[in-house]
């Protein structure tokens, strides 16, 4: 069973926005910080953004434009994406890791748990 569903990926405009969702399950929610990262074609996966409670970190290319947010009673996590350009093409994950500090999470070498992912596209 998958422990992390991504979903609210799909096809915009530049200048457009979208809000991705992450709903995890089988897990303990609070005690996992939580992060998005991104993989466009031909390029490595990179991290976008992650929160634990009460502090979030960002990548700087998505800072101002993107807003990471987590409820734990619904035990989900979102990125809302304004501002989209061509270059946030990609393939966005969502990742659990449990315990970690925003530096270590953004590393991404030792994330307990993945999304299977979900597209963003944004056309010019």
């Known amino acids: 069973q998958e422990r992390l569903v991504e979903s609210g990926g799909g096809l915009v405009q530049a200048g457009g926005s979208l809000r991705l969702s992450c709903l995890a399950s089988?897990?303990?929610?609070?005690?996992?910080?939580m992060g998005w990262f991104r993989q466009a074609p031909g390029k490595e996966r990179e991290f976008v953004a992650a929160?634990?409670?009460?502090?979030?970190l960002y990548a700087d290319s998505v800072k101002g434009r993107f807003t990471i947010s987590r409820n734990s009673a619904k035990n989900t996590m979102w990125l809302q994406m304004n501002s989209l350009n061509p270059g946030d093409t990609a393939v966005y994950y969502c990742?659990?890791?449990?315990?970690?500090?925003?530096?270590?999470?953004?590393?991404?070498?030792?994330?307990?748990?993945w999304g299977q992912g979900t597209q963003v596209t944004v056309s010019s």
């Open positions: 929160i634990s409670w009460g502090t979030t």
């Open positions: 089988e897990l303990s929610f609070a005690v996992y910080t």
């Open positions: 990742a659990a890791e449990r315990d970690a500090d925003l530096t270590t999470m953004r590393a991404a070498k030792s994330i307990d748990y």
